[in-house]
């Protein structure tokens, strides 16, 4: 092991020549990735990569199933592992298909909803004056308004036919919190010397954004859009529960389906609402696995007490 520090240490020969380089151990990023996500970051990450193969090939690989009279709301079996539901369609393939909608409406929401906040708070905390006052009093209104309520109002009244309008939809009444965390974050860093020093020099606003705050608060931004997946993923499932969401059969369609057909009741046909249940909890799970293990990777300090 010495030898090992040694050769780390004493640099290259004087005489110039490349050295003896054989001894020193490859490194292997895989393995130190899971050793720094340990094994619940591991876990859902690897879950998350898994939901996202499953469903990409239920959405593009399988076809709707059709309906089977003689199969309605039947319990699980060899042939439908997870039961039917009440056209007699069956419950695992719907599953697997309807994982791509939610996935992408969280991807596009919680990039979206960052995006803004990104924006809007680097630009209030390094601007400062009156462009920070006037950006400040717009997030504290927007914090005021009932958001979930005002989203049902809109959904009612205008048609939302696609995952990606709807994600722009909850992204736009979902930015606020994260902008007033993204400008407390940007105030502590605009009086760092290297801003400073940046600023002396004259260099162009949007260049000194891009190439010291971005960075700087890139950590944060990843896990803040972590946690706004699972909050845009609530928002879809409440909207799908009041049968706002005209799409197709996502998890959250397919719970508000099997409710409204009273499958809590029925015990055959109860595999119909408890299957996007839980895949909906799974999803939930890994995310938060994945933010958890993620927010310790940034802040080392987060791990003391363990």
Same mark, same amino acid.
């Given at each position: ?27 292997? +990023? ?28 239920? !959405?593009?690989? #399988? ?17 439908? +592992? ?65 958001? %979930? ?9 205008? !048609? ?31 009086? !760092? ?9 004259? #260099? ?15 950590? %944060? ?19 799908? %529960? ?12 397919? %719970? &508000? ?35 958890? &293990? ?13």
């Amino acid at each position: 092991m010495n030898d090992l520090v040694d050769r780390h240490t004493a640099g290259p020969p004087a005489d110039g020549s490349p050295g003896d380089h054989t001894a020193v151990p490859r490194r292997r +990023p895989v393995r130190g990735w899971i050793r720094r996500l340990g094994f619940g970051g591991t876990f859902g990450v690897t879950g998350l990569l898994a939901l996202v193969l499953t469903c990409a090939y239920g !959405r593009f690989g #399988l076809e709707v199933p059709s309906t089977d009279l003689n199969a309605i709301a039947q319990a699980p079996s060899a042939d439908h +592992p997870i039961g039917t539901d009440f056209v007699g369609r069956d419950n695992l393939v719907l599953l697997i298909r309807g994982g791509w909608d939610m996935l992408e409406l969280a991807f596009v929401a919680g990039t979206l909803m960052s995006a803004i906040a990104v924006a809007v708070g680097l630009l209030g905390a390094f601007a400062g004056g009156v462009v920070d006052r006037v950006l400040v009093t717009v997030t504290d209104v927007w914090l005021t308004v009932p958001r %979930f309520i005002l989203l049902l109002v809109i959904a009612s009244l205008f !048609r939302v036919g696609s995952t990606v309008a709807l994600a722009v939809l909850i992204a736009l009444f979902g930015w606020p919190y994260l902008a007033r965390q993204i400008r407390s974050q940007a105030l502590s860093l605009r009086s !760092r010397e290297y801003v400073e020093s940046a600023r002396l020099l004259q #260099l162009r606003t949007v260049h000194i954004m891009v190439r010291y705050l971005v960075p700087a608060v890139a950590p %944060f931004v990843v896990i803040a859009t972590i946690q706004a997946m699972t909050s845009a993923i609530y928002q879809q499932v409440g909207l799908a %529960f009041f049968g706002l969401v005209p799409l197709e059969d996502n998890w959250g369609v397919l %719970f &508000s389906v099997a409710y409204g057909q009273n499958a809590l009741y029925l015990p055959a046909a109860a595999w119909s609402m408890l299957a996007p249940v839980a895949a909906i909890c799974f999803l939930q799970f890994c995310l938060v696995l994945a933010s958890r &293990s993620l927010e310790e990777v940034f802040d080392p300090r987060l791990r003391g007490g363990r």
